[in-house]
C-alpha cells in the first residue's frame, strides 16, 4: 500500500510488511511530517515529541545553507493500517539535508535576461530558506535583498480578495516557496492580467496546469514527464535554463531580420516606382525599362533581401527590453525609414540621369543605361542602411553576415553577364559604355548611401 506524493499534502508513505508486522515509513516536507508525529526516536528509544519548536529552527538553518531538507517518519502496526489512519501517530526518525547546485552558466544567464528586460521569478516547493539560498547563489536575489522578495506559499493570500498592497507585493516577488500548483496557476493568472507575457517553465505532473495556462509552456525534455512534454509548447531538450535564452534571442533576430527584409524590398521598389514617375513627368529619358524592372526584381531585390533573414541579429539584441505585443512588423519609424531610403536611391538615379540628359548630353539608350546600373548599385548599397542607427556603420550584424557579402557578389556577377552575354544584353536594351561613365554610376550609387546614411545620423 502506498499514499503516493502530493504537491498539497508535500508527503509520501509506504507499508511493508516485515514477518507479521506492518511497518509504515514516510517521507516529505518538515512541516507535513511533524503534524503527523506525536512521538519521536531518540537514543533507540521512543519519547513524546516535545521540542518541536527547535527542530523547526533546525530546519531553517540547513535550508539558509542552501540545503534540501526532508523529514522522515515511521510507525508499526500489527494489522494492515486502513489508508485513512495510515498517517496518524507517525514516530518522528529525523532529518537529511542534501545539496542541489544550480548549473554554473546559470548566473550568467539570469545576468542576460536582466539586461534583456526579462524577469525571472522562482516557483518552488522547496523551504522559503532554501529557494532564497538557491536564488541568491544564481544571482536571482541580493544578498541584501528586502524580506518581501521571498513570498511563502501560506502567505499567499485568495487571489479573488486581492486588495492593491497584496497584488503590489505579489507582483514584485522574486521567489515563491512551499507553494502548490493552484497557487502557481493563479500567480501566472495575476501576472498576465497585468500585462506580463508569461513563459513557464515545469517538468512534473503537479506543473502541467501551470504549462498550459502560461503564454508560452516550457518543458524539460529529459527528465520532464510525459504529460509535461504534451502540454508544453517547448520541449528543452538539453534540460538546459540557458537554452531559453538562445530561443529568446534566435526569436528576437529572426523578427528583426524580417522587419530588414521588409524595408529593404520596400524602399528597393519604391524607388524604381518614384524614379520612372518622376522622369516622366519632367519629360527626362526613361531611367528603367520593362524588362529592366522585371531583371531588378528578380536578381538585386532577392539575393541580399534573403541574405537579411539569415543574419545572427544585433550585436546588443540582448540588451533591449522585449518589444510590445501588440507592436506591428512595420512600425511608423520603420515607414519613415522605408520612404527615406526610397528618396535617397531615387535621387541617385534621378541625379545620374539629369546629369547624363543635361551636361553629358548623352543618348537616350546611354542615359537608361546609366540609371539603370545605378540603381542596380544604389539598391545593392541599400542593405547597409539597415543596421539601426546606434551601431557602427562598419561593424554590425549585415556587414559581420558573410551571406550580404555573397549575396552582393552573387548579383554584381550575374548583372556583369547580363550586360556582357549579347542575347541578354539586346533583351535588356544594355549597350556598351566607357569607364567614365560607369565611374559616375558608381559615384552617384555611392552618394546615395552617403545621403541615406547623413540623414539617418541626422
Same mark, same amino acid.
Given at each position: ?31 507535513? +511530517? ?39 517518519? @515511521? ?23 542534501? +545539496? ?24 518552488? /516547493?522547496?523551504?522559503? /530558506? ?11 536575489? /541580493? ?29 514584485? %516577488? ?43 509552456? =516550457? ?15 517547448? =520541449? ?16 528576437? %533576430? ?56 539569415l543574419g545572427k541579429g544585433e550585436i546588443d539584441i540582448m540588451d533591449k527590453p ?18 527615406? @531610403? /526610397? ?8 541625379g545620374i540621369t539629369a546629369y547624363a540628359h543635361f551636361v553629358l548630353k548623352s543618348t537616350p539608350n ?60 539586346? %533583351? ?25 546614411? =547623413?540623414?539617418?545620423?541626422?
Open positions: 500500500m502506498e499514499v503516493a506524493f502530493d504537491a498539497d499534502r508535500k508527503m509520501m508513505a509506504t507499508v511493508n510488511q516485515h514477518q507479521n508486522t506492518f511497518n509504515i515509513y514516510a517521507k516529505g516536507a518538515f512541516e507535513s +511530517i511533524v503534524k503527523c508525529c506525536d512521538t519521536m526516536l531518540k537514543n533507540s528509544k521512543t519519547e513524546n515529541f516535545k521540542n518541536k519548536a527547535a527542530w523547526i529552527q533546525k530546519v531553517d538553518n540547513l535550508a539558509i545553507q542552501g540545503l534540501r531538507v526532508l523529514a522522515f517518519a @515511521y510507525k508499526e502496526s500489527k494489522t494492515i493500517p486502513e489508508y485513512e489512519n495510515m498517517l496518524q501517530q507517525l514516530t518522528f526518525i529525523g532529518l537529511v539535508g542534501f +545539496i542541489d547546485p544550480a548549473r554554473e552558466d546559470v548566473k550568467e544567464t539570469i545576468a542576460t535576461y536582466k539586461s534583456a528586460g526579462i524577469s525571472v521569478v522562482m516557483m518552488t /516547493g522547496d523551504h522559503p /530558506g532554501t529557494a532564497k539560498k538557491i536564488a541568491q547563489e544564481i544571482g536571482l536575489l /541580493g544578498l541584501d535583498a528586502p524580506i518581501d522578495k521571498v513570498v511563502a506559499g501560506k502567505d499567499i493570500p485568495d487571489m479573488e480578495n486581492l486588495n492593491e498592497t497584496d497584488k503590489y507585493k505579489l507582483l514584485n %516577488a522574486v521567489v515563491f516557496a512551499r507553494v502548490t500548483p493552484k497557487q502557481k496557476l493563479d500567480l501566472i493568472a495575476l501576472f498576465q492580467q497585468n500585462n506580463n507575457i508569461v513563459g513557464m517553465l515545469g517538468d512534473g505532473i503537479n506543473d502541467v496546469p501551470a504549462l498550459k495556462k502560461a503564454d508560452i509552456g =516550457i518543458a524539460m525534455g529529459i527528465r520532464g514527464t510525459e504529460a509535461a512534454r504534451e502540454t508544453a509548447d517547448v =520541449i528543452l531538450k538539453d534540460d538546459k535554463f540557458t537554452s531559453i535564452e538562445l530561443a529568446i534571442k534566435q526569436g528576437r %533576430a529572426i523578427f528583426e531580420n524580417i522587419r530588414q527584409f521588409v524595408v529593404y524590398l520596400l524602399s528597393s521598389n519604391l524607388a524604381e516606382i518614384i524614379s520612372v514617375g518622376v522622369a516622366a513627368l519632367l519629360a527626362l529619358p526613361s531611367p528603367l525599362l520593362p524588362l529592366q524592372i522585371l531583371f531588378l526584381n528578380l536578381i538585386t531585390d532577392i539575393f541580399p533581401a534573403l541574405a537579411l533573414g522585449p518589444r510590445k505585443p501588440d507592436e506591428p512588423i512595420m512600425t511608423l519609424k520603420l515607414w519613415k525609414a522605408t520612404i527615406i @531610403y /526610397g528618396l535617397c536611391i531615387t535621387a541617385g538615379v534621378l546611354e542615359i537608361n543605361n546609366m540609371a539603370f546600373f545605378t540603381l542596380v548599385f544604389a539598391q545593392l548599397l541599400n542593405v547597409f542602411n539597415m543596421p539601426k542607427r546606434h551601431l557602427s556603420f562598419f561593424k554590425n550584424e549585415v556587414t559581420l553576415n558573410p551571406f550580404i557579402w555573397y549575396a552582393i557578389a552573387l548579383s554584381l556577377f550575374i548583372t556583369a553577364a547580363a550586360y556582357f552575354i549579347p542575347p541578354i544584353a539586346k %533583351a535588356l536594351y544594355l549597350i556598351p559604355l566607357t569607364a567614365d561613365k560607369f565611374g559616375l554610376v558608381i559615384l552617384f550609387g555611392f552618394a546615395s548611401l552617403a545621403l541615406s546614411q =547623413i540623414i539617418k545620423r541626422l
